[in-house]
């Protein structure tokens, strides 16, 4: 079974703030994504990555910054938070251009 | 510009009677037609998928049906239980614009009642 595990269920961080969203899967996958989900606006993707240090821009990707050192971890950073950045992220990650496994999400308040 | 639609926000059915899930795509350059499922607090579930080289997907109580002329696609879920309750996500892949994408529809939520 693929495993997506993401370091935080539930976030809650000051405007302005640095923050760090983490995300590792175990199954060797070549890519990995960051979207956030928002109502009635189904799943946005933020940015992906199809190897190690490399990352390209999704639809929303102002605001945000990824890295990518390991095969297994991508992380996700709000340089400065804001409270339009309020909302559900999901990671996921995949082998070739089927079907992506997510993780549980992170919902974070920027308050 | 929605390149994935999915015009009901939801849909109420009851059990054991099917549901029928309806998602269009504007772009005829993608190629491969995915179906996710997501409850409350976790995040979507792989449910199914079809390319575009078929017309009918089947798994179990799931079927998915693409039409590729009306750029259609439906999940019906044959009979609906109520642990079927959740969001579900159409999403579309390919290379639309030259670079591989995959575009989610922003989502039905359906209701099975006992």
């Known amino acids: 079974d693929v495993k997506v595990t993401q370091s935080s269920r539930y976030l809650v961080k000051r405007t302005g703030e640095k923050v760090f969203l983490e995300c590792v899967q175990d199954?060797?996958?070549?890519?990995m994504f960051w979207y956030r989900q928002d109502p009635g606006l189904g799943l946005r993707l933020i940015y992906f990555s199809y190897d190690v240090k490399m990352k390209e821009k999704g639809d929303i990707p102002e605001g945000y910054s990824v890295s990518r050192e390991k095969k297994e971890r991508f992380s996700l950073i709000l340089e400065s938070a804001s409270t339009n950045q309020t909302s559900m992220y999901l990671c996921a990650s995949s082998f070739g251009e089927f079907e992506q496994y997510f993780g549980p999400g992170t919902r974070l308040t920027v308050t | 510009d929605q390149q994935v639609k999915q015009n009901s926000p939801s849909l109420s059915v009851q059990e054991g009677r099917i549901s029928i899930l309806n998602c269009d795509y504007t772009n005829s350059m993608f190629d491969y037609f995915l179906w996710y499922k997501k409850y409350p607090a976790e995040g979507p579930t792989f449910l199914i998928s079809?390319?575009?080289?078929?017309d009918k997907n089947e798994d179990g109580r799931f079927t998915v049906f693409l039409n590729k002329s009306a750029k259609h696609l439906s999940l019906h879920i044959v009979p609906s239980q109520p642990g079927d309750s959740a969001v579900y996500f159409c999403a579309a892949s390919g290379r639309p614009t030259g670079g591989f994408k995959t575009i989610f529809g922003a989502g039905t939520r359906l209701f099975v009642k006992a």
């Open positions: 079809i390319s575009s080289i078929k």
């Open positions: 199954m060797d996958h070549e890519n």
